[in-house]
């Protein structure tokens, strides 16, 4: 019987690994095309310090997700599982409904499609963000009239609900600063925003 050929694991394993142990010959990379994840991809003029606060201010709508999802996790309540479905059915509208009106994004965004959506219409963060906002305003003030709480919680609440409405406009603010949605995408995508959070809180509620 001729003897097995023996193989080496040693040079498998630096073969299967090559290309990230060894830097690639140049022109290689610029073979393929690449492209940030757009969904987290904010952009703001250097030296801007207005449009870094409101860049942060645009990143907003991931971080009530996140919290969303951690809540969803920890508590399990239906009333948060309800607000997070809410949200994600929010996000399928506003996606065909960019299909559907394709009407495209500011001038000065248009030379950088490659790095996010080319169509503007409705605003997906001025949506998200109102939605969020009224199913919340909604809830709080729901609690806040229940017999006996006291006064100083109903105060309490309202500053709440006033803070979230804040909040709203600035996220719906910075995407016409930083260049990009007009001013009649983020109307349209607050007023649907508001519109599906009633939708939504009355279908939980009732």
Not at 162 to 182: D, E, M, N, P
Request: charged share 15%.
């Amino acid at each position: 019987m001729p003897p097995l050929p023996s193989i080496n694991s040693s040079s498998i394993m630096k073969s299967a690994y090559k290309h990230l142990i060894n830097f690639p010959p140049s022109g290689v990379l610029s073979d393929s095309i690449y492209r940030p994840l757009s969904i987290t991809f904010i952009e703001y003029q250097e030296g801007d310090k207005l449009g870094f606060i409101l860049a942060w201010f645009s990143m907003l709508p991931f971080i009530y997700i996140v919290s969303l999802c951690t809540l969803i996790l920890f508590r399990r309540d239906i009333q948060t599982i309800m607000y997070f479905g809410g949200f994600f059915v929010s996000g399928i509208i506003n996606h065909y409904l960019k299909i559907t009106f394709k009407q495209q994004r500011p001038e000065r965004t248009r030379d950088r499609v490659d790095f996010y959506e080319i169509h503007g219409m409705p605003s997906g963060h001025a949506q998200s963000f109102f939605y969020f906002m009224t199913y919340m305003a909604i809830f709080v003030i729901l609690k806040s009239q229940m017999p006996g709480s006291p006064n100083i919680r109903s105060i309490r609440h309202r500053l709440f609900v006033l803070g979230q409405f804040i909040a709203a406009v600035l996220v719906a603010y910075s995407r016409v600063y930083l260049y990009y949605h007009t001013i009649a995408q983020v109307v349209v995508g607050g007023c649907l925003g508001i519109i599906l959070g009633c939708i939504c809180k009355i279908f939980t509620h009732s």
